[in-house]
Antibody
């Protein structure tokens, strides 16, 4: 079955750019939507954005100015870049498949990103 | 933005009891409502999609109902592994999640 794995730095300095990659295994990235979601420690879930395998994207309006999601079908990966980080961006970042542009399944295990100098 | 309000925030129950969790949307989301279970240190797991369809491998004790603005997740008889946090999520406009309901052991 499809599995997702996030990778990237666990610590980023304020004002810098976060770069995360999600590797999809057990299936093709093509013909699906893929998403990033985050969860600050002890808090709820926030959708960041999604990308279709063709490259079309949709972002959370509250984050749109700072976020770019891209896809590399040759590597079966998609990526997140978030600019101008602050401590408020400290969270566990999850990647997930967005099924029927409606619900998320499956999810990666998540990666904790801490924004601190 | 569609706001999802979950209640109660915490539900204290014993194994074997019935759990009823509520999710209310600030405007109609039709039946585009999903439920997730999250245990400490783990990613959320899809339980229910399109308001009432169980995801693959989800036990029959989990059921979902509702449409429009009012939705319910019911766990008919709590097993020890069901004590967790549950989130609802809608997809109209853009995806948003409810604040969660923690089901804890009484």
């Amino acid at each position: 079955q499809v599995q997702l794995q996030e990778s990237g730095p666990g610590l980023v300095k304020p004002s810098e750019t976060l770069s995360l990659t999600c590797t999809v295994s057990g299936g093709s990235i093509s013909s699906y939507y893929w998403s990033w979601i985050r969860q600050p420690p002890g808090k709820g879930l926030e959708w960041i954005g999604y990308i279709y395998s063709s490259g079309s994207t949709n972002y959370n309006p509250s984050l749109k100015s700072r976020v770019t999601i891209s896809v590399d079908t040759s590597k079966n990966q998609f990526s997140l870049k978030m600019r101008s980080l602050t401590a408020a961006d400290t969270a566990v970042y999850y990647c997930a498949r967005l099924v029927a542009v409606a619900h998320f399944d499956p999810w990666g295990q998540g990666t904790l990103v801490t924004v601190s100098s | 933005e569609i706001v999802l309000t979950q209640s109660p925030a915490t539900l204290s129950l014993s194994p074997g009891e019935r759990a009823t969790l509520s999710c209310r949307a600030s405007q109609s989301v039709s039946n585009y409502l999903a439920w997730y279970q999250q245990k400490p240190g783990q990613a959320p797991r899809l339980l229910i999609y399109d308001a009432s369809n169980r995801a693959t491998g989800i036990p029959a004790r989990f059921s979902g109902s509702g449409s429009g603005t009012d939705f319910t997740l019911t766990i008919s008889s709590l097993e020890p592994e069901d004590f967790a946090v549950y989130y609802c999520q809608q997809r109209s406009h853009w995806p948003t999640f409810g604040g969660g309901t923690k089901v804890e052991i009484k």
